[in-house]
């Protein structure tokens, strides 16, 4: 017999023979000799020590089972984990039709992830798209109903205008006799707020050593090693977002370190994150040259053309449309040179980035990208609106955040003549955000002009005119539609005869450059009354005034239209585009040449 068991019965046997079955504390403390006492409380105190844990064990077991069956009965876990990841969604990739019983719904998540929930064999599955996770949760039913955000009772699949989702789960709940719960969560997707793409980084095929990417004053240093971009499988660091449909990735690339003549760094569009993917790229080589290369079919060994013999710093651009991809180089970033276009057909989400190779496996080479901006082609519009995520500083100056943006000529001649581009030319350029809409107006003009007292349209003018709902309906509505007018060494902001007269938060300033002026304005949307959204469409004009002659205007030039009235007549404005782009900049004031 154990010992504890030997002692514990002597403790009994000397209770129950001294205390004789009495229970007043009192004579059952005089019952026992100081001794027995003694090591009858040791005796206790160890058998309670050994005993507790045990209870505690066993109690904090029950409470755990408790816990797993709030999850699988009552289902709060598992709507909590719906919003919380849907939360975090960027766009949604698929979905189910809202009838299907056994539900599904695939998106890409604000890191650039592709997460997926789907019902299988009763369960309901979460995780990475093609390695899903178990998440403890048995359904009988699982379905996500999608919506625009303009329209929430009319369900929708098209997968490019889903703004909201709406998830019903049914749960079997055992608690309940078998009773089925159903329960609800729903999410606003960060488009519908949030534009803003992240980018990522991460070593492509069997590289030597780990590579790395890091982004400061719209510079990206990467470090990457590799054996090449080439033949049928690659190695090399990848800078990326998530891609859809038709567009461009412009950049200018700084630097090559040259760990081999064949390093390469530049812009890529790829199919798959795989090392045998289909792709197309633009690249500088620190002993090359620029080249454009590309993979048609997975797998499949590479091609090749030679571009400019130039090294770094060099600009390179490459675009989509459809299955079309195109090379270009360029020395300044304004004048570019086609280097080979190639049919590559590809799924419509790609992913678009810089690519960096060391050409020596096991060497790590450090390159310099700077200047780098991804936009979508128009779908509609004769201009684009440029997303940004730094604002311009309204100074003037041309910000560094300009140099990506496109510029629209202002050259229609409505007014009156001018006698060569240094008496009156100009162009525009544009950028969004959440807040404002931010114009950026530069104009050649050889005598500036102020003098007409309230006619200020026969004076050295920049008119922007703004139809912001794009309702183009003739007559100016009285809601939406704005004339501004900003006069040389004037610092009132002037309204048209019929243009809305509000100049709330508007802010703006001219200076003077050799030959002329040039303009910059942010405008809240709040003022022009509407809300953007990628995608959305806005009526836009834009006109200049030249006075010569020191008395009433000599001529007039504008952006799209070839009449004079749309001082008065909304439905001769052009459209611009509110289009996506991942454009920043240091705010840095870096003056055009």
Not at 162 to 168: G, K, M
Not at 267 to 283: C, F, G, K, L, N
Not at 408 to 424: A, P, W
Request: some cysteine.
């Amino acid at each position: 017999m154990p010992k504890t068991a030997i002692v514990a019965e002597f403790i009994c046997r000397s209770m129950l023979i001294k205390m004789k079955w009495r229970t007043n504390i009192t004579r059952f403390c005089t019952a026992l000799t100081l001794p027995e006492m003694v090591i009858a409380m040791s005796m206790l105190g160890i058998i309670f020590a050994s005993i507790v844990p045990q209870f505690s064990a066993i109690r904090n077991g029950w409470d755990s089972k408790q816990g797993a069956a709030e999850s699988l009965q009552n289902g709060r876990i598992l709507i909590d984990h719906f919003e919380r990841n849907l939360s975090k969604a960027v766009k949604v990739t698929a979905v189910s039709e809202s009838s299907d019983i056994d539900g599904y719904i695939q998106f890409e998540d604000n890191d650039g992830n592709n997460l997926r929930y789907e019902v299988a064999n009763g369960y309901v599955q979460y995780g990475v798209v093609g390695d899903l996770s178990d998440l403890a949760g048995p359904v009988t039913q699982l379905q996500f109903t999608c919506y625009d955000a303009c329209d929430l009772d009319t369900p929708i699949t098209d997968v490019n205008s889903i703004r909201f989702v709406e998830v019903q789960t049914t749960l079997t709940n055992s608690a309940a006799l078998g009773q089925d719960k159903t329960l609800a969560a729903s999410a606003y997707l960060r488009t519908n707020g949030n534009n803003q793409v992240t980018w990522q980084n991460r070593d492509i095929g069997d590289v030597g050593a780990a590579g790395s990417a890091a982004n400061a004053d719209d510079t990206w240093t990467i470090n990457a090693s590799g054996a090449d971009i080439w033949n049928t499988t690659d190695e090399f660091h990848y800078v990326y977002r998530s891609f859809s449909g038709d567009g461009q990735i412009i950049a200018r690339v700084a630097s090559v370190e040259y760990t081999d003549g064949w390093a390469k760094a530049g812009v890529m569009i790829r199919e798959t994150m795989d090392a045998d993917s289909r792709h197309a790229m633009v690249v500088v080589t620190p002993g090359n040259g620029v080249a454009f290369q590309r993979r048609t079919s997975t797998g499949d060994w590479s091609d090749h053309t030679a571009g400019d013999s130039s090294g770094a710093p060099y600009w390179v651009k490459l675009t989509r449309s459809g299955n079309t991809l195109t090379g270009y180089q360029s020395s300044n970033g304004a004048t570019w040179t086609e280097i080979d276009s190639v049919s590559i057909s590809m799924a419509s989400d790609v992913y678009i980035g810089l690519a960096v190779t060391s050409h020596n496996d096991g060497t790590v080479c450090t390159s310099e990208i700077d200047s780098v901006s991804v936009s979508n082609t128009l779908s509609s519009g004769d201009a684009a609106i440029v997303l940004t995520t730094t604002p311009p500083i309204i100074d003037g100056a041309v910000d560094s955040i300009w140099s990506a943006v496109p510029a629209y000529s202002i050259s229609n001649v409505v007014v009156g003549s001018i006698k060569s581009s240094s008496d009156l030319s100009g162009s525009w350029q544009a950028l969004w955000d959440s807040s404002n809409i931010y114009y950026f107006i530069d104009i050649t003009d050889d005598k500036l002009r102020n003098n007409s007292g309230t006619s200020w349209w026969d004076d050295d003018t920049i008119e922007i005119m703004i139809d912001a709902d794009n309702n183009k309906g003739g007559a100016y509505d009285g809601v939406n539609d704005f004339q501004y007018g900003f006069r040389w060494d004037d610092s009132t902001i002037h309204t048209g005869a019929y243009s809305v007269d509000d100049t709330t938060g508007v802010d703006f300033d001219m200076v003077s450059k050799s030959g002329g002026y040039r303009l910059e304005v942010s405008i809240p949307w709040s003022t022009l009354g509407v809300t953007p959204s990628m995608g959305n469409l806005i009526g836009v004009e834009i006109y200049v005034d030249d006075d010569d002659n020191a008395h009433e205007r000599d001529a007039q030039v504008s952006w799209h239209t070839t009449l004079s009235t749309a001082w008065e007549d909304t439905s001769v404005f052009g459209t611009a585009e509110l289009s996506e782009s991942d454009i920043s900049g240091s705010g840095s004031n870096e003056l055009r040449p």
